[in-house]
């Protein structure tokens, strides 16, 4: 008997990331295992528009297939006042909350399609909290429903209805176990397990043949700090960039290192238009795959500005490469990988963030321990074996003795 699951997730396009690229991944090494694994999302693919772009009707796309259903018509006339109020910290009525979500990101197909063939899935898996597509969805068959919250310290983590949509479902999956804690403090005891996503270990091979980076106004030679993921204030890149300046102007070992920022999103979005103006801050596009490892590879460090991450795909994809990670020490799950894996340092202040960038440039040594720690903690704790094995025993957990996992397999 092969296992069958269904993840829902609100858009599936090459460029996703976080949540979405999570559950594609797990998919993928469920399919792998033996499983059967169904992708249900929407249309969308854009996620700050969310207009329906893709063709409706089920697909098969790196190794998984799945169904696009539309996304509902919204009323953004009543959604975006009450995300500005949510967002600025101002309490929202249930009635609100409730509001808030039905003029977010839901699909009527979709939860019919949950209605009527939903208990066809031995488990549904629901990521991430923030839409609704996992808080409605998750409400029709409660007990195979497991939510992958991909929980931030933000306002919307601690508004009641979310609560009430973990403890109504069969169970949670966190990423980290940091995760796991914030949502108990917010939330309280919650069925759940840690599970988080693997990551196949990177061949000598195809490390060695990985050349310095030579595009955008980065050459082989030069010395870099990385940042790699969206270009948002939500992401913390314009504090990054701050921190950056005032070290280059106060630092007497800077010299001649740079900052990259690689990823999605507009730089006008940063607020920093004549930063651009310097040559000392690389402002790269998406990249390839290799030029993405090649980016890593080559970094001094690096750099993960946020304080809302659940668990951080990036900070893996570097340490797998022997790169240092540099943190913030508000984000309790960055800073608990750093603690854990031995695999970087973190930073509160400037002062803190200029002392860490000054060793890591002039103490090599021990820039190769910490990625050398940062890879082991992958290779131990991140391998998918390991991953598969967390990600059985906690639907065995949250399911008891319903599930047949191990005979099932």
């Not at 990823?263 to 596009?285: K, Q, T, W, Y």
């Amino acid at each position: 008997m092969r296992l069958s699951f269904a993840f829902v997730i609100p858009r599936y396009v090459r460029s996703m990331g976080g949540a979405e690229a999570l559950c594609a991944a797990l998919g993928r090494a469920l399919v792998a295992d033996g499983c059967q694994v169904t992708i249900l999302t929407t249309c969308a693919a854009d996620n700050r528009t969310w207009n329906n772009e893709m063709p409706a009707g089920p697909f098969f796309e790196d190794g998984l297939n799945g169904i696009r259903f539309p996304v509902d018509e919204r009323d953004l006339d009543k959604w975006i006042p009450l995300q500005i109020r949510l967002s600025e910290g101002h309490p929202l009525t249930i009635d609100e909350q409730l509001d808030w979500l039905a003029h977010s990101v839901n699909s009527r197909g979709l939860i019919a399609y949950l209605n009527e063939l939903g208990r066809g899935f031995d488990a549904i898996f629901f990521a991430p909290y923030l839409f609704g597509t996992t808080f409605w969805g998750s409400q029709v068959i409660p007990d195979r429903s497991i939510i992958i919250p991909c929980l931030h310290d933000e306002p919307a983590g601690y508004l009641p209805v979310f609560g009430a949509m973990l403890r109504g479902a069969r169970g949670v999956i966190f990423n980290a176990h940091a995760e796991g804690e914030l949502a108990q403090r917010l939330h309280g005891a919650l069925p759940s397990g840690v599970v988080g996503m693997g990551f196949e270990p990177i061949s000598e091979e195809l490390e060695t043949k990985l050349e310095p980076p030579n595009m955008a106004g980065l050459r082989p030679n030069d010395k870099y700090l990385l940042y790699l993921g969206r270009k948002e204030t939500g992401k913390n890149v314009h504090l990054l960039i701050d921190l950056f300046c005032g070290w280059k102007s106060s630092s007497a070992v800077a010299g001649e290192t740079k900052l990259v920022i690689c990823g999605g999103g507009s730089f006008s979005d940063l607020h920093r238009p004549h930063v651009l103006e310097r040559d000392d801050v690389v402002d790269i596009a998406h990249v390839s795959e290799c030029d993405k490892m090649r980016l890593l590879k080559y970094a001094r460090a690096l750099v993960q500005p946020s304080t809302n991450e659940s668990f951080s795909i990036v900070m893996m994809e570097g340490w797998r490469l022997g790169v240092p990670s540099v943190v913030h020490g508000l984000c309790p799950v960055t800073r608990d990988h750093v603690l854990r894996s031995g695999g970087g340092l973190y930073f509160s202040t400037a002062d803190d963030f200029f002392a860490v960038i000054d060793r890591l440039i002039t103490d090599e040594p021990l820039s190769r321990a910490l990625g050398d720690s940062g890879r082991a903690y992958v290779d131990s704790e991140y391998s998918w074996g390991a991953v598969i094995r967390r990600f059985y025993d906690t639907v065995e957990l949250l399911f008891g003795r319903e599930a047949t996992l191990r005979e099932g397999r």
